[in-house]
C-alpha cells in the first residue's frame, strides 16, 4: 500500500498534488511519500513481532538520500552498507554504529578501518583472504572485528538473473560446503570474533520458498558450527522479499507471510536475527514524476517521450524491469503507447505497446514504485543532470536532494594545459 492516490481528477502525494511538485521542481524528479515509509517500516516490524529483538538494517543501497535514511533511522532501523560511503551516509543520518551491518565482496582496507573505528555490529565477510585481511587491519588498531561469513547457500532464488546471488556459480558469500572450514580458519585468527552467519540469495523475491530453503541450510550450519564450539549469536537473513510492480502478476508473499516463514523455520535457534530488507521499505514509497516532452508516431503505436530517460530510471532498460506509468491528470481515454526517454539508445525504453491514458506534449506522467533502487542507480549520462529528489510528509514538502545546474557538471572535468597547447 503507498500513498499516491488520484483525488479531484489529479495524483495526490500524501496531501501534496505531484503537479504542485513538478511545477516548482522541474521534471524529471523522484517524489517519497514519508507516511508510506513510516507504514512499511511498521508493516515488516510487525512481521517480526514473534521474535525477539531482531534487527532490521535496511539495505542503503536501496534508497541511501539522506533524508530518507534519517527518516528510517528515526523509526529504529539499522543499516546494511556495502561501502564507506553507505557507511559515512548511515552514520550521518542518525542511524547507531551498533546497528550497522557490513556486506559486500570488495571491502578495502580503509573501508575496514572505516568501520572499526565507527565501532560497527558486524561485517559480513564473503571471502577467506577478506577474513585475513580484516583479522590484520584489526589487529593493527587493536581491535577484533565482529564478523558473521555470508554463506552461499547454492540456492535458485528464481527471480532475474542479474540480481540473484544465492548460486554457486555468483560471486556472493562461501561455498556452503566449505563453511566449516573457513569458520574453523577465521577462529584462528586473533583480529576477529566470529559471531554469526549471513545469508542474502537475491532480491525481488516472488516465492518464500527459496527463502526458506537458504534458511533452513543456514539453520542446519548454525548447529554444526556450534557443536564445533563456536559461539554463534547471530544470524543475517539477508533482504529480497520483492514488491508488487504489474498489477497484472501475482502479489509476492507480504511481509506477514515472510514474517511467519522466518518464525517458524527460525524456532529455537536461540540467537539473534537481522534482516537487511531494501526495497520492501522503500520501493512503494517513490515515484518518478517526468513531463510528456512530446508525442510521435510510430509505425504501429505512438511513442510517449518523455523528459526522465534511463539516466533516471536504469531498471527496465538493465533488466528489463516494468513500472506502472500513470498519467498524473488521467484523460479517461486509454491507447496503446511506446514510452521513452530522450536517451540516444533504444534502451532507453520504459515500456512497449503499453496501455496507457492518453496523454499529449506538456502532460505529467508517473513512474510507480521507483523508491528503491531509482535515483541510487541514477547517472549524467548523455550530460544530464543527475535527478533531484523530493520528499513529501503530510502537507509538507521539501527538495532533499536539488537538481545541479548542468554548468556544475560540465566543471567537474578539466582539461590540461597541454591539450590546448
Ligand atoms: N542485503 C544484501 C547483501 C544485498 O546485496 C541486497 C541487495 C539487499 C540486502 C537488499 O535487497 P532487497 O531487500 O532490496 O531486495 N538494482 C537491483 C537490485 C539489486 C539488489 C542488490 N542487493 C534492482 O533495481 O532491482
Known amino acids: 500500500m503507498d500513498h499516491f492516490d488520484y483525488r479531484d481528477g489529479a495524483m495526490h502525494v500524501e496531501q501534496v498534488p505531484l503537479d504542485t511538485i513538478a511545477d516548482a521542481v522541474g521534471t524529471p524528479v523522484y517524489v517519497y511519500s514519508t507516511a508510506t515509509l513510516t507504514r512499511h517500516v511498521t508493516v515488516f516490524r510487525d512481521a517480526l513481532g514473534q521474535i525477539d529483538n531482531p534487527l532490521i ?4 543501497k536501496a534508497n541511501p538520500n539522506a533524508a530518507v535514511l534519517a527518516t528510517l533511522a528515526k523509526l529504529g532501523l539499522g543499516a546494511d552498507v556495502v561501502s564507506g560511503g553507505e557507511l559515512l551516509r548511515a552514520v550521518a543520518a542518525g542511524i547507531p554504529a551498533n546497528r550497522i551491518v557490513f556486506s559486500g565482496v570488495g571491502k578495502t582496507q580503509d573501508e575496514m578501518r572505516l568501520a572499526l573505528d565507527h565501532g560497527i555490529f558486524q561485517f559480513n565477510l564473503e571471502s577467506e583472504p577478506e577474513a585475513e585481511m580484516l583479522s590484520a587491519v584489526a589487529l593493527s588498531m587493536g581491535k577484533r572485528a565482529p564478523v558473521a561469513y555470508r554463506i552461499n547457500p547454492d540456492v535458485d532464488a ?3 538473473a542479474k540480481i540473484s546471488t544465492g548460486k554457486s556459480e555468483n560471486k556472493f558469500g562461501i561455498p556452503y560446503d566449505r563453511a566449516i572450514a573457513s569458520y574453523a580458519a577465521a577462529r584462528d585468527l586473533p583480529g576477529l570474533d566470529v559471531q554469526g552467519v549471513a545469508v ?4 525481488q523475491l516472488t516465492d518464500l520458498a527459496p527463502l526458506e530453503a537458504a534458511f533452513v541450510k543456514v539453520g542446519v550450519l548454525v548447529k554444526a558450527l556450534r557443536a564445533q564450539g563456536h559461539d554463534i549469536r547471530t544470524a543475517d537473513l539477508g533482504g529480497g522479499l520483492g514488491v508488487p510492480y504489474d498489477p497484472a502478476e501475482p502479489i509476492p508473499p507480504s511481509p506477514a507471510a515472510y514474517g511467519a516463514m522466518v518464525t517458524r523455520v527460525t524456532q529455537g535457534w536461540n540467537l539473534r536475527l537481522l534482516f537487511e530488507p531494501g526495497r520492501v521499505i522503500v520501493g512503494n514509497a517513490g515515484a518518478l514524476l517526468s513531463r510528456v516532452i512530446r508525442v510521435k508516431q510510430g509505425a504501429s ?9 534511463m539516466n533516471d530510471l536504469l531498471r527496465p532498460s538493465l533488466y528489463d524491469a516494468w513500472h506502472d506509468i500513470r498519467a498524473v491528470k488521467p484523460s479517461g481515454t486509454r491507447a496503446a503507447a511506446n514510452v521513452v526517454g530522450p536517451v540516444c539508445e533504444t ?8 496501455d496507457l491514458d492518453v496523454v499529449q506534449a506538456g502532460d505529467l ?5 521507483a523508491g528503491a533502487y531509482g535515483a541510487t542507480m541514477a547517472n549524467t549520462y548523455n550530460s544530464r543532470a543527475l535527478t533531484p529528489e523530493v520528499l513529501v510528509s503530510g502537507n509538507q514538502w521539501a527538495v532533499v536532494r536539488p537538481r545541479l545546474p548542468l554548468e556544475t557538471l560540465i566543471a567537474g572535468d578539466s582539461v590540461p594545459d597541454w591539450v590546448n597547447s
Request: no cysteine; glycine share 12%; proline share 3%.
Open 158 to 160: 528464481g527471480t532475474h
Open 347 to 354: 534502451g532507453d525504453t520504459f515500456a512497449m505497446g503499453r
Open 301 to 309: 503505436q505512438p511513442f510517449v517521450i518523455v523528459d526522465a530517460a
Open 200 to 203: 542474502h540469495i537475491g532480491s
Open 365 to 369: 506522467v508517473a513512474f510507480m514504485t
Open 57 to 60: 538494517a535496511f539495505a542503503v
